[in-house]
């Protein structure tokens, strides 16, 4: 996840059908839980900015710019952005309220105009959004069909289906025509495109829709569909390849792809595996992971993804307090300095997840592929659901140990916490752990800009009064040192629930949160 960018309401709807609307709409602010005046509002300095020096992921001929195309910023899932975040200078805080409850928009990306386009999520269905990224206003809004999860979640009182549910278009990408490429709950793929009338109102229009449905089981529960018989089977993520074609994924491991000029559509079966995170793309391959493995892709002639090779890990005994399966929680991230290949993800080890690092040529021999496996985090308490960052050879990763839903750290509770970094070594010998911090970022994606060198989490601290206080943090990313820390909000309303922090163009940064999305930038 990378990850579980899922939003919740508590709200009762029986059914929902696709619809675009187009409105200027003002934004209302996320209330905040009483006790924010009680607890610190800035700590530390305005860090100066220090570029990180090192070569960006190449660019996706298919994808928006990096920075700009989705969760992970770019095709690697580096989680970096060349542009700079806040420095912490007399920051101040903006929200957008997207529902009366739920709300949480999770991936958001930003056409070639800056403008914002995320996907939010509400027990009534998920709503892609056009927004201004300044005031937050929402501009056009597409109404996506309700997920069998909800549904599920509402008649047999488990609300747990939701929060682990990873599907509907929660992970979506922004294509190199500004178009949002989606899978909703009916197995199908969409492309929407974006336009402006010339009365300036804007509205979202389905330039493209492939239905799935001939390769992916889609007997799913729904209102009218309350007990079905058959199977159904969620696509969680798509991206695109360097050739273009769009690859998919569902949660009981079919893998597949569709030629957006011809439609064709092609797709195996990983029996016994499931997928819920997101994937990464380079031009030697697609990697993607399951709960049992990590597999490199190439597509034949026709399409049919086929396996470059395949690595499995130990994924452990069960599923872990902060893990949504029993597996691996990353998307792999691709990354490596002076033409050096690797792919990183982290294990589900019983007593302390692993960093695990692999050579991905396809010709390396099984025996040589594994570069390192690095513990990390404390005995017992050790686990991620997140993406990993990585910049030239080195990775960062955050303990999301203990982080289940946004009813696990209320009443002023917090995780264990921890953030390491670690380093591939130059000549590829092995890996080392180059600092630790005990920063308690419980579930975001983190993320680096390479601009001025810092890392930005999502982070809550205990607090014996029972506040509930979020805030927004800056790590050097050189030495692992809090800068400063900015609050953002307080209660159920600001826990960000698996939603990454991600930095816009102009600086800001933004986190989706419970109750919608909120902005954070320096002082003008």
């Not at 993800?345 to 040529?361: E, S």
């Not at 750290?409 to 916490?417: A, D, I, K």
Request: aromatic share 8%; with cysteine; charged share 20%.
């Amino acid at each position: 996840m990378s990850r579980r960018p899922l939003s919740r309401a508590l709200a009762l709807t029986l059914a929902v059908t696709a619809a675009s609307v187009a409105f200027p709409a003002q934004a209302e602010e996320i209330p905040k839980a009483p006790g924010h005046r009680l607890v610190e509002n800035y700590s530390g300095a305005p860090a100066a900015a220090r570029p990180v020096p090192g070569e960006a992921p190449p660019q996706h001929p298919f994808l928006a710019a990096n920075g700009r195309s989705g969760m992970h910023a770019d095709a690697a899932g580096s989680g970096t952005y060349p542009w700079s975040g806040p420095l912490g200078d007399r920051p101040a805080v903006d929200s957008e309220k997207m529902a009366a409850l739920g709300g949480e928009c999770a991936t958001v990306t930003f056409d070639s105009a800056g403008r914002i386009v995320t996907v939010c999520g509400t027990f009534e269905g998920f709503l892609v959004k056009l927004l201004d990224p300044r005031s937050l206003d929402t501009l056009a809004e597409y109404k996506l069909p309700q997920r069998p999860s909800t549904v599920e979640a509402i008649t047999r009182l488990d609300f747990s289906r939701i929060f682990k549910d990873t599907s509907g278009g929660a992970y979506s990408y922004l294509d190199n025509e500004d178009r949002l490429v989606l899978a909703d709950s009916r197995q199908h793929i969409v492309r929407l495109a974006h336009e402006q009338a010339a009365d300036g109102s804007w509205k979202f229009v389905v330039d493209k829709d492939w239905d799935l449905t001939s390769h992916v089981p889609h007997d799913c529960v729904s209102w009218t569909n309350l007990n079905p018989d058959g199977e159904c089977d969620p696509v969680t993520s798509v991206m695109p390849d360097w050739q273009g074609r769009i690859w998919w994924v569902t949660r009981q491991g079919r893998v597949g792809t569709v030629d957006p000029a011809s439609g064709d559509i092609r797709s195996i079966r990983l029996a016994g595996e499931e997928i819920q995170n997101s994937f990464s793309v380079a031009q030697d391959g697609v990697s993607i992971v399951t709960d049992h493995a990590l597999y490199s892709f190439r597509a034949d002639a026709d399409g049919t993804p086929r396996a470059q090779w395949r690595q499995t890990y130990d994924r452990g005994t069960g599923t872990k307090p902060g893990s949504v399966n029993q597996g691996s929680g990353t998307t792999p991230d691709l990354f490596g300095a002076h033409g050096q290949k690797y792919v990183a993800i982290t294990d589900n080890a019983d007593d302390r997840m692993n960093i695990l690092v692999y050579r991905r040529d396809a010709g390396v021999p099984d025996g040589r592929r594994l570069v390192c496996k690095v513990p990390v985090f404390g005995s017992g308490a050790s686990t991620t659901d997140n993406s990993l960052i990585s910049w030239r050879n080195s990775l960062v990763v955050e303990n999301n140990y203990g982080y289940e839903n946004v009813t696990s750290l209320t009443f002023g509770r917090s995780v264990v916490g921890g953030v390491s970094r670690v380093d591939v070594r130059e000549d590829g010998s092995g890996c080392d752990t180059v600092w630790e911090s005990a920063v308690r970022s419980p579930s975001t994606v983190p993320k680096l800009s390479t601009a001025n060198g810092l890392l930005y989490f999502y982070e809550k601290e205990p607090n014996a009064l029972g506040i509930d206080a979020w805030y927004l943090t800056a790590v050097d990313f050189r030495t692992g040192e809090r800068r400063w820390r900015k609050l953002v909000g307080t209660g159920i309303a600001y826990d960000n629930n698996w939603a990454p922090v991600t930095l816009g163009p102009d600086g800001t940064a933004y986190v989706g949160v419970f109750n919608g999305l909120v902005a954070v930038r320096d002082a003008e």
